[in-house]
């Protein structure tokens, strides 16, 4: 009889659900994706709904529940915390445990009525989630582990060694240091939203310099040559308050946290730049650690910082491990994955099968998948226009729609787990045109024009393009474009008036430069993104798109970036897909075999555009 183990993640942020079967993965997917409200931490009911009905089972069939987490473990956290700061904190305080006291510590019962379920539940510590997410589905047989978040339980930071089917946690960094609320607490004073857009101050920092690296280090955080370190809580707000930082970090870098929607400064560009080199250098003299303790030389990666591409491109390029995996939602969604693998490897002892070469992750295609049937009866359903297309012929005429510049929703297969659209929920256009990346952040994706694109490549040609000499199919490598394809910087005269050196230009201005033969994925210190797409890929009509286009202009690159807008979360279903198609200015929507075209809408939908809800 079938093993099926269902893992949960929420009531933080990003709630999720995975189903394994006799070990392998069936099945994950985040909340988020179904409700329509971004970073959704609810209970994951729709999620797990899905799960379920991937695997054509009922909750009666299921062997085992696990739960990324221990709810005691971290309340007593929670009241500790609070009681050391008492009586500072009592509004803090006053929100956090009502939630507490009314669900999250009955996280059994929870579960139970939830999903009208009598079986066995059982609960894995937060950072055995990460290690078990990232270990177990890597293709390693033996490995060294790293995890860094914000918080779990206590521990912020943990490293371990992996083994066949079992692996330790050898030491840890406790609660409140962490270096992932360092980075969310710069996230806070640049005016960005914390536990969301972390991401955006990656972007900023190639704007700045990072003249604030060694105040940082000086007043901030104490980081020692092995990697560890402690934070000057004198500065963070987190402990006990309702913000990040407090005024003692207003005086150090004189002046208060920007508002969110005002105008992105100098300042903040430099701040950003700063502690991105600080993370990076942290991370690196961890990895350096760890190296030296373990001898291990493959590496596994997960928690909230090992999204931070830029300094997993650090580790690959700069550090000592020989390879590196990164679980593709190394966030807390991936803790459903890695709670349930945990219990079926530890748990149960079952083996564990690796050959050094592939993972288990299914290229991270693990969400819903609609069949051509199902398309085509929403779209006359809806009296919407199309055609329909064979494969080959679809390949072909999408890659000739891109080499026009044109902009395409795609939407192929079973939708990606983790935050990186990997070509099956995707917008993507050229990547040499030196248009693309503005036209496609303001006037398609609605957000800050600064924001780089990642480049999907064929794997086969990745060297060509990009300073890297291995796969990076989950986009969570940066690596530099090859200098072949670089240009001397010239800027745009119709956007700069007459001015040419780069040196000229201030903050994002820079933006206007064109720096590469592919302009459109280049950022503005030369580095890009990137996602490898192999022909082994189960998203085979993503490669051949790529490929099609490949022969066709001679550039196997394409800009690769998630189909959706500012504020709300990657589309799942055909009908989110014709949504947000029609409230940006896309050309055309291709959703399984049914190509759409904007210009033969209905008047009506291309009037009834919606404005979005900012970040």
Known sequence: MAVYILGISCFYHDAAAALIKDGEIIAA??????????????????????????????????????????????????????????PIGFRSFNKAIPLWLRDRLWMSSLISENLNYQGKILFTEHHESHASSAFYPSPFKEAAILTMDGVGEWATTSFGVGKDNDFELLYEIRF??????????????????????EYKVMGLAPYGEPKYANLILKELIDLKEDGSFKLNMKYFNYCAGLTMTNKNFDKLFKRPPRKPETKITQLDMDLARSVQAVTEEAMLRTCR????????????????????????????????????????????????????????????????????????????????????????????????????????????????????????????????????????????????????????????????????????????????????????????????????HICFPIADRKTISDRRSEKELEGFDRLKIIRSDIPAVTHIDNSARLQTVSEDTPNKAYYELIMELYKNIGCPVIINTSFNVRGEPIVASPQDAYRCFMRTEMDYLVIGSFVIDRKQQPKKDLEDRQYFELD
Not at 29 to 49: L, M, V
Not at 391 to 398: A, C, G, N, V
Not at 466 to 479: G, H, K, T
């Open 176 to 197: 409140p240091h962490s270096l992932g609320l360092l980075y969310s607490a710069f996230t806070y004073y640049t005016g960005f939203k914390v536990n969301s857009a």
């Open 289 to 484: 650690h760890i190296h030296k303790l373990t001898g291990q030389k493959n590496l596994c990666l997960a928690g909230g910082v090992a999204l931070n591409c830029v300094a997993n491109g650090k580790i690959l390029k700069e550090g000592p491990f020989e390879n590196i995996w990164i679980q593709p939602s190394a966030g807390d969604a991936g803790g459903a994955l890695g709670a349930a693998l945990r219990i079926w490897y530890k748990y149960l002892g079952n083996k564990r099968s690796a050959d050094d070469i592939h993972d288990s992750q299914k290229g991270s295609y693990l969400g819903p998948e609609y069949q051509d049937s199902y398309i085509e009866n929403y779209l006359k359903t809806n009296n919407i226009a199309y055609s329909k297309l064979g494969r080959q012929e679809l390949s072909k005429t999408i890659a000739g729609y891109i080499s026009n510049e044109k902009v395409i929703g795609w939407f192929q297969g079973r939708m990606e787990f983790g935050p990186r659209a990997l070509g099956a929920r995707s917008i993507i256009g050229d990547a040499r045109s030196p248009v693309m990346q503005s036209r496609m952040n303001l006037k398609i994706k609605f957000r800050e024009s600064f924001r780089p694109f990642a480049p999907s490549v064929l794997a086969e040609k990745a060297k060509d393009y990009f300073n890297i000499d291995c796969e990076s199919p989950y986009m969570l490598l940066v690596a530099e474009v090859e200098k072949s």
């Open 29 to 86: 997917a985040q909340e988020e994706r179904f409700t329509r409200k971004k970073h959704d931490f609810n209970f994951p009911e729709n999620a797990i709904k899905y799960c379920l009905s991937e695997a054509c089972i009922e909750t009666r069939d299921l062997s085992f529940v696990a739960f990324y987490d221990k709810p005691l473990l971290k309340f007593e956290r929670i009241l500790l915390t609070y009681f050391s700061y008492a």
